[in-house]
């Protein structure tokens, strides 16, 4: 396929394919075709808001430096914002959530009242990736519109789960990415409105409204905007069928695992595949490697670094004790999961918490 930049007629038609693709992805977003810039994934669109945003706003206002992120924010949001602090002196504020990690609105809305005129941006994303919560993501734009401040969402999580609307939003940035969706791996988006102060990260070609460089990838494109459509076409139907599972799985859990605690939020304040748990006195590393090997995959939803597992930043932010946030497990509902699914995972469950709790409760007795 050709170049969409090159003005030869191979090119031309790569650009056709493009350009439809940007109108298709608009259309069932709720955002305007111009709005929406091409980017290689989540990660890519969150680094482009939050450096791009800040940087925007600094060149128009020396004074705006401060970011504010909730504190439960994927890595791909709070490294960024912290990358700033450390190489450009922003003041990171994080914003403090709930015991169901709901952000805290009215902290928020504190914080604007006395800082806005230093503030470049708020971030706050739709549906967190470890615990489902969903959050008021309209309630907080309003917020920040008030006092000028432009809000960024990051909906990776979100769009395909529960209806995301650019515009009736309120945010001034919003993050989507295809594999979460059954697009392929390796591209997403960033909608960003037109009057949004933002400035590239990467350069070398001026594509993408001159902040997103590099030639596009067009197949890839086609093929986002193909899950874009598929996914919010289907949305309703499929969330009401992982709700109905999600909701089997977690009585299936209480009842297996009677001293399993659930995390984050019950019904529709939870994303519909998502159910998270925290089992006392054993290490998630442990549960997980155990599900594995009994043929179930799930997530741990923390970080490992330099070899120490790491309780979960966004548990601790919760206020759920370090101990009890080592044990969590992360079980996420998909397209092709089915009720046998869940009663695989309820089957042999109780005999691996039992043998991952024992296993804590020797490396205890061992000093490890």
Not at 176 to 200: D, M, S
Not at 215 to 225: F, H, N
Not at 327 to 332: I, P, V
Request: overall charge negative; charged content about 20%; hydrophobic content about 45%.
């Amino acid at each position: 396929m050709g170049n969409a930049s090159s003005l030869h007629a191979a090119g031309r038609r790569a650009r056709r394919v493009v350009e439809e693709s940007r109108e298709t992805i608009a259309a069932k977003l709720g955002a305007r075709p111009s709005e929406v810039i091409f980017t290689s994934g989540g990660t890519e669109a969150d680094n482009l808001a939050i450096k791009g945003v800040f940087w925007g706003r600094r060149a128009q206002d020396k004074q705006r430096t401060r970011v504010l992120v909730s504190a439960i924010e994927h890595h791909a949001v709070l490294d960024p914002a912290f990358w700033l602090a450390g190489h450009t002196g922003a003041e990171i504020v994080l914003l403090p959530v709930d015991c169901e990690g709901l952000i805290d609105l009215d902290y928020l809305r504190a914080d604007l009242a006395a800082h806005a005129e230093q503030t470049a941006l708020v971030s706050l994303m739709w549906a967190n990736n470890e615990v489902g919560t969903i959050q008021p993501v309209r309630e907080a734009a309003r917020l920040a519109a008030k006092h000028g401040v432009p809000l960024h969402t990051d909906a990776v999580q979100a769009v395909g789960q529960v209806p995301v609307d650019f515009a009736a939003s309120g945010a001034d940035a919003l993050t989507l990415t295809g594999h979460k969706i059954g697009g392929p791996i390796g591209v997403g988006a960033l909608l960003a409105r037109r009057e949004l102060a933002i400035e590239g990260v990467q350069h070398g070609g001026d594509q993408e409204r001159g902040v997103r460089s590099g030639t596009l990838d067009v197949p890839s494109i086609r093929a986002l905007a193909v899950a874009v459509e598929e996914a919010v076409g289907r949305l309703d139907a499929h969330a009401a069928r992982l709700r109905e599972l999600r909701d089997a799985l977690i009585a299936g859990v209480k009842e297996a695992v009677p001293d399993a605690a659930l995390s984050g939020p019950r019904g529709n304040l939870r994303l519909p595949g998502n159910a998270h748990f925290t089992f006392p006195g054993a290490e998630g590393d442990s549960l997980l490697y155990l599900l594995d090997s009994a043929g179930v995959q799930a997530s741990t939803g923390s970080a490992c670094q330099a070899g120490i597992p790491q309780p979960s930043h966004v548990l601790l932010a919760m206020g759920v004790p370090e101990d009890r946030a080592r044990g969590a497990l992360r079980f996420s509902l998909g397209a092709t999961s089915t009720l046998a699914d869940v009663d695989a995972l309820l089957a042999v469950l109780p005999a691996v918490v039992e043998r991952a709790q024992a296993a804590g409760l020797a490396g205890r007795h061992s000093g490890g």
